[in-house]
């Protein structure tokens, strides 16, 4: 829950545990879950039909993460693939009660490729429990080679803990993930379960997703910062 605990403050310069990073890294390769065909209307800045097709969206699990495969070949369905995946949410904000949800997202480009990103904190009497998302596509000429996903948490505060179930968890300020490389030009991921534990000042999410285009990484990367202190 957001802690306004601000007597607290005072102890956080001698007080505060940074225990060492926890990576959740993909060593397995990726179990499909399920694939679909989903019907989309093209969409964004370069839309020239309103032709609706059906594309194959593929479902996997990566190591405690749902990862998302899109085969869209056409340039004008792409954007609408991603929105599909994380559709997105206006934001919210305020000082939570427990079972109370805040809410925030973010979207960030570089060059044709875009990543977009969401988290939703619902205040537990102790601790914070997250869940979210997150897309990547490649919106250039052509296909790209492929694109890999990356996520990553930082906490700062007092002997604080990080949980991040089903199949990884672990103690710390700072975890994160990534995803085996996703052979289409739209991918993504989502995850709930996280739990944040002791007394935390602040909960920095920084995502991105590197697609790969020949010989050129691009990398947009999205920053969400939960805080707890006004």
Known sequence: MKKMLKSAL???MGAVMLMPVTAFAAEDEPTLISTQEVALSPSGANTRSAETKE???????????TVYSFDVEDEEYRQAAMEYINEPTPQTRGILQPGESEYHNDTQYDGDAMSYAWKRNTAGQTDNNFEGGQS?????????DYIVLNQGISVSGIAVSISWPPSV???????????????????????????VGGTAFSCTFSENGDVY??????????TIKFS???
Do not use: H, K, M
């Not at 990547?136 to 790209?144: A, I, R, V």
């Not at 285009?213 to 999205?222: F, L």
């Open 10 to 12: 005072a102890l956080a």
């Open 55 to 65: 594309f194959t969206l593929s479902t996997y699990e990566d190591n405690g993460r």
């Open 136 to 144: 990547s596509l490649w919106s250039g000429s052509g296909n790209c």
């Open 169 to 195: 968890s672990g103690s710390g300020s700072s975890a994160s993930w990534q995803s085996q490389p996703v052979y289409d030009n739209v991918a993504g991921a989502s995850f709930n379960g996280l739990v």
């Open 213 to 222: 285009v020949g010989s050129r990484i691009y990398r947009p990367t999205t």
């Open 228 to 230: 707890y202190f006004s």
